[in-house]
Structures are given as structure tokens and as C-alpha cells.
């Protein structure tokens, strides 16, 4: 059975869309995924943030041989990451950090606040805050007699480099950090070029990409210069459904108010920090 169709998004960006039945589900090749048995220990871990009493939860890898061994904590990237910060059946943490071991490295990666073991709530987190919780993964490394205290570092993924170039200037006994992805200007001017190379990977013709723009600044304009939550909801439901929300179906409307929400937590006010 096949059917055949559009996929259409906000009226202005088509896709031909095939739907066909099939026996079983679409198995995913991740060639690249780690195989037990590790040559190497794995240990459920977990660390308290004492400024507000958050809990971290994760895992550390630790290499066969003599200890101390050096160490490296990595550090995910926005939105709400597991300590494997997996997408799609991907798991790169995990792919990084198998290798890693493997090669001598002990390795720290846990769940973001919200996440899997961890407690707290990520929308109510900041740079300052995130960034808190990697200077407590600092000191639980090296409380430990298996962890060589002179030879830790950071890797940092996407936001998780801006986090860790926080951390290095705050800890100069950090070895080293490594940035992937890291983002090299403002978060806001980073969501644009984002928004725009997204919109080209969809089709949109150069005025959409335009439009989509214009709201998006719209939109950051409210939420940094809008102080009263409830004022910035209105006007923030007025550029979301173009003036006529109260037109909009109530699951239209519950839609709009959640990315709202969303957008009124310290995290996006912050663009993260």
C-alpha cells in the first residue's frame, strides 16, 4: 500500500511525501556504536551542586591500567541532553567517550538538569548555573585517587563550548579544552544564521527566509525588553499567529502559549545564560 501526498508546512514550504507499509520497522546502521564488553570500567556516578542542591547523575570511564589516570568531563549542547546526548540513534558521547578510554582517558558525561538521574528543571538553567555544575563534575574528579588532579579537562559541544570557555576562565587549573561546534558569535545572531540555513535545507524561497526572520526578531525584541511576563505573552501570541489568535483553534492556541512558555523561562531569556 502506498499513499502519495504534500507535506506542508506553515502554507509555505512543500514536500512530496510517500507513505508505504511495510513489514517491520526501519533498522537504523550505526556502525560507529560501542559494543560491550568495554575494555574499561564503567561506574554510575553522581554530584551535588551545593549552590542550590541539584543533583547530577551520570557515568564515568575509566581505562584499565595504572592510575592516576588524566580525565576529561564532556559538556552537551542546548535543549535537554542525556549524558550520551543522543539524537536520531545517534550517541556521540558515548562514541567519544568509548574511544577515549579505550585510549588511556577517563571520561565524565551525565545527564543535564531534568534529564535521566539528574533533578532540577534545564529551562530554569542558565550559563551561570550550568556552568556551576561543571566546576562541581571539576572537584568530584578530582576527589578521587584514580583521576590525576593536574591533567583534567573539558570538551564542550555547540553551547557546551561557550560553557566550558566559561568554566577555563574561572578554573585556571583546567589542562585543557577542546571546542566542537562551538558557537563563534552571540546566541541570538547564532539562531538567525541557524534559522536561515535551515529554511534553504527546506526549500524556502529567499522572501520566506525573510519573513521568518522579521518574526524571529520580533520576537527576541520582546523577550529582552519586555520586563512583565504577562504583557510579553500578549504580544508575544500577537507576532505568532499575526493578530488573530483569538481566530486560532484551541490546539492551535495551546501550541503558540507552549513555545511562549518556553521562551519566558530564565534559559531562553538568557539565550542560555
Known amino acids: 500500500m502506498v499513499i502519495n501526498g504534500w507535506y506542508i508546512r506553515n502554507g509555505q514550504i512543500n514536500f512530496p511525501l510517500v507513505l508505504k ?15 560491550k564488553p568495554y575494555p574499561y570500567k564503567e561506574e554510575e556516578i553522581s554530584f551535588i551542586n551545593k549552590n542550590d542542591g541539584i543533583r547530577l547523575a551520570g557515568i564515568l570511564t575509566i581505562p584499565d591500567g595504572k592510575a592516576p589516570f ?14 550520551d546526548e543522543s539524537a536520531f540513534g545517534h550517541k556521540p558521547f558515548l562514541v567519544i567517550a568509548d574511544y577515549l578510554s579505550r ?17 532540577g528543571d534545564h529551562l530554569q ?6 556552568s556551576e555544575d561543571i566546576i562541581y563534575a571539576i572537584g568530584f574528579l578530582k576527589s578521587r585517587k584514580d583521576i ?47 534559522n536561515e540555513m535551515i529554511r534553504k535545507a527546506e526549500g524556502a524561497s529567499e522572501n520566506v527566509i525573510k519573513q521568518y526572520n522579521s ?29 488573530n489568535y483569538q ?19 530564565p534559559y531562553a531569556y538568557a539565550g542560555g545564560g
Not at 520497522?25 to 556504536?33: T, W
Not at 538553567?125 to 550550568?130: F, G, V
Open 247 to 265: 481566530l486560532f483553534t484551541q490546539d492551535q492556541k495551546k501550541t503558540i502559549d507552549g513555545r511562549i512558555n518556553d521562551l519566558l523561562t
Open 70 to 83: 588524566p580525565a576529561v568531563i564532556l559538556i552537551s549542547g542546548s535543549g535537554a541532553q542525556d549524558r
Open 215 to 243: 518574526i524571529q526578531k520580533q520576537i527576541f525584541s520582546i523577550i529582552k525588553e519586555e520586563v512583565n511576563d504577562s504583557v510579553a505573552t500578549e504580544k508575544l501570541r500577537s507576532v505568532y499567529s499575526m493578530n
Open 125 to 130: 538553567a542558565t550559563l551561570k548555573t550550568n
Open 148 to 194: 590525576h588532579k593536574r591533567k583534567v579537562g573539558l570538551i564542550g559541544h555547540s553551547e557546551g563550548g561557550l560553557i566550558a570557555s566559561i568554566v577555563a576562565s574561572k578554573c585556571p587549573q583546567i589542562a585543557y579544552i577542546i571546542l566542537l561546534g562551538a558557537p563563534g558569535t552571540s546566541i541570538e545572531e547564532n539562531l538567525y544564521q541557524q
Open 21 to 35: 507499509k511495510t513489514e517491520s520497522g526501519v533498522i537504523l546502521n550505526r556502525p560507529q556504536m560501542p559494543k
Open 103 to 119: 585510549n588511556g582517558v577517563a571520561v565524565l558525561r551525565f545527564d543535564d538538569r531534568g534529564v535521566g538521574g539528574s533533578s
